[in-house]
T-cell receptor
Framework: AQSVTQPDIHITVSEGASLELRCNYSYGATPYLFWYVQSPGQGLQLLLKYFSGDTLVQGIKGFEAEFKRSQSSFNLRKPSVHWSDAAEYFCAVGDDAGGTSYGKLTFGQGTILTVHP | GAVVSQHPSRVICKSGTSVKIECRSLDFQATTMFWYRQFPKQSLMLMATSNEGSKATYEQGVEKDKFLINHASLTLSTLTVTSAHPEDSSFYIC?????????????FGPGTRLTVT
C-alpha cells in the first residue's frame, strides 16, 4: 500500500528565509506526487504536481519541488518565505488511475508552517 | 476554472438526526468525486470514492450505512451522515476528478464543518 511521511509536524521560519518541507513516499511504481496547501478552515489548494519528466517542478506562489527517486522524496522548497505562506502543507501520492482506483490520493500527516516577522 | 463548491460550509445538528452535504463541480464534469474526513490537527482520510451512476466505493472501516453517498450527476455528489453522533463531528472535504485515466489532480471543495451536539 502506498504511504506518505512528512517528518516535520511544525516548522517555524522567519519571513524572507528559505524553506524546505520534507516528504517521503512509498509506492510500488512511478508515483504521482502532489503538494497541497490548506489555510485554517479551508479546503486544499494545489501548489504543484509531478507526473513524469523533469524532476524539478515549479508551482504557484514561488514554490518548487524536486522528485528524487533514489531517496523516495519529493521535498517542497521556497527561496524566500512570505508571511502569507503560513498554513498547513500536505504532500500526497496518487494512484495511477488505471483499473478502478480512479487516482486516489494518500496524504501525509501535514506540516504546519509558522512565519515570524 | 476547476472550481468545486460545498454546501453548507458549516452545520450544527442534534444527535440522532441526519445531515446532507453537497459537493458540486461548477465548471467541469466530474466522473469521480472523493469524500474525505479531517479531524482537528490531522491529515485527510479518504472515506469513499463516488462514481457517477454507480455505487460508491468505501474505504476500509467506513460504515456504508452511516455515510450514504450519491453521485447522481456529473456535477453533484452528496454525502449524508445518518443518525449523527458527536463523534461524527469533523471537517468533511470533497474533491472532484475531471476524468478517468491517469492520476489527474483533484480539485478540492472548501469543506464542511459538521458539529453534532
Amino acid at each position: 500500500a502506498q504511504s506518505v511521511t512528512q517528518p516535520d509536524i511544525h516548522i517555524t521560519v522567519s519571513e524572507g528565509a528559505s524553506l524546505e518541507l520534507r516528504c517521503n513516499y512509498s509506492y510500488g511504481a512511478t508515483p504521482y506526487l502532489f503538494w497541497y496547501v490548506q489555510s485554517p478552515g479551508q479546503g486544499l489548494q494545489l501548489l504543484l504536481k509531478y507526473f513524469s519528466g523533469d524532476t524539478l517542478v515549479q508551482g504557484i506562489k514561488g514554490f518548487e519541488a524536486e522528485f528524487k527517486r533514489s531517496q523516495s522524496s519529493f521535498n517542497l522548497r521556497k527561496p524566500s518565505v512570505h508571511w502569507s505562506d503560513a498554513a498547513e502543507y500536505f504532500c500526497a501520492v496518487g494512484d495511477d488511475a488505471g483499473g478502478t482506483s480512479y487516482g486516489k490520493l494518500t496524504f501525509g500527516q501535514g506540516t504546519i508552517l509558522t512565519v515570524h516577522p | 476554472g476547476a472550481v468545486v463548491s460545498q454546501h453548507p460550509s458549516r452545520v450544527i445538528c442534534k444527535s440522532g438526526t441526519s445531515v446532507k452535504i453537497e459537493c458540486r463541480s461548477l465548471d467541469f464534469q466530474a466522473t469521480t468525486m472523493f469524500w474525505y474526513r479531517q479531524f482537528p490537527k490531522q491529515s485527510l482520510m479518504l472515506m469513499a470514492t463516488s462514481n457517477e451512476g454507480s455505487k460508491a466505493t468505501y474505504e476500509q472501516g467506513v460504515e456504508k450505512d452511516k455515510f450514504l453517498i450519491n453521485h447522481a450527476s456529473l456535477t453533484l455528489s452528496t454525502l449524508t451522515v445518518t443518525s449523527a453522533h458527536p463523534e461524527d463531528s469533523s471537517f468533511y472535504i470533497c474533491s472532484a476528478n475531471p476524468g478517468l485515466g491517469g492520476a489527474r489532480e483533484q480539485y478540492f471543495g472548501p469543506g464542511t464543518r459538521l458539529t453534532v451536539t
